[in-house]
């Protein structure tokens, strides 16, 4: 199982290395200046899913010149799109790569969070499979002894039945070599035959 989540990491970062070629597009198609699109990878301000993850945003001048960043939801980021002369020969250009850009983005949100589900689900299972186990080596534990008392009992038993059987047998008895079965070596018996008549005859 870790192997697969491997693998699905492993595309994971293939995806994100088409992305960066998108996001390469749009650097080398928009001048620099305020509005410009672009893809960065950044980690997420809300927490949760670790790493940095491809997010969309929009460039602008700060009051004292610095250039900043305002990051855009997926469902925003058309409308963004400047159209002002300094973009306007780019604009539907722009669009065209943030439309594919952003069906990778969706896509790649899609295939985490079903990564991410998928390891709860197994780290909820193994948690409950040591319970389980637990759970059996306990009970196993508690009935061993109980199961070697019974053993001795039924050894005892079997030991009084064999010592009351030998108590039992006359102590002139003997074998009488005439009552023991005569086998051939090559597998022939050396009994007698007797003819089976019907009574009275």
Not at 25 to 34: K, M, R, T, V
Not at 128 to 156: C, F, G, S
Not at 180 to 188: E, Q, W
Request: proline share 5%; charged share 30%; net charge positive.
């Amino acid at each position: 199982m870790q192997s697969n989540i491997g693998t699905c990491y492993s595309e994971l970062l293939r995806l994100d290395e088409v992305i960066e070629r998108y996001a390469y597009a749009l650097e080398i198609i928009q001048p620099s200046a305020p509005g410009k699109m672009a893809i960065r990878f950044l980690k997420r301000p809300w927490g949760g899913v670790e790493g940095r993850h491809p997010q969309i945003v929009q460039w602008y001048r700060s009051r004292n010149g610095r250039w900043l960043y305002n990051r855009l939801k997926t469902n925003e980021v058309l409308r963004k799109v400047k159209g002002y002369p300094v973009f306007a020969p780019v604009k539907e250009d722009v669009k065209t790569i943030l439309r594919e850009a952003i069906a990778m983005i969706d896509h790649r949100e899609a295939l985490l969070a079903a990564i991410n589900n998928f390891k709860r689900q197994l780290g909820s299972m193994f948690a409950r499979h040591n319970t389980y186990m637990a759970e059996k080596l306990d009970q196993i534990q508690v009935w061993l002894p109980a199961l070697r008392d019974r053993r001795e009992e039924l050894l005892a038993l079997w030991r009084e039945s064999v010592e009351a059987a030998e108590e039992g047998l006359p102590e002139d008895a003997v074998a009488n070599p005439r009552k023991k079965p005569r086998v051939d070596p090559t597998g022939g018996t050396r009994g007698v035959v007797h003819e089976t008549r019907r009574r009275g005859s």
